[in-house]
């Protein structure tokens, strides 16, 4: 099993920015790829972005490409989502979720953390 946390929501005015955290504990978290999906009011959950066990490969939606910024620290057992140039259409609620790499499908999510911009 492996918990996450996700920590670093809030509140921000369009053009800010935000740096979500996401504390992985269990198993060994270096072992997985790690990946930040969001889901506003009303929509389906979608992916944003998703980050290789060693951090040398990350891909992002299109959406926030340019603008978000995934990495993560293994000593730390901690994955980050640095969010700028933030939108008011990337309100959600952001969810950090872990997979192993012999699967296609997140095995393991948080509870989420909200995320709102202001116009």
């Known amino acids: 099993q492996v918990q996450l946390v996700e920590s670093g929501g809030g509140l921000v005015q369009a053009g800010g920015s935000l740096r979500l955290s996401c504390a992985a504990s269990?198993?060994?978290?270096?072992?997985?790829?790690m990946g930040w999906f969001r889901q506003a009011p009303g929509k389906e959950r979608e992916f944003v972005s998703a980050?290789?066990?060693?951090?040398?490969?990350?891909n992002y939606a299109d959406s926030v490409k340019g603008r978000f910024t995934i990495s993560r620290d293994n000593a730390k057992n901690t994955v980050y989502l640095q969010m700028n140039s933030l939108k008011p259409e990337d309100t959600a609620v952001y969810y950090c979720?872990?997979?192993?790499?012999?699967?296609?499908?997140?095995?393991?999510w948080g509870q989420g953390t909200q995320v709102t911009v202001s116009s």
């Open positions: 979720a872990a997979r192993t790499i012999e699967t296609s499908t997140y095995q393991y």
């Open positions: 269990g198993r060994t978290f270096s072992n997985y790829v």
């Open positions: 980050i290789s066990w060693s951090g040398g490969s990350r």
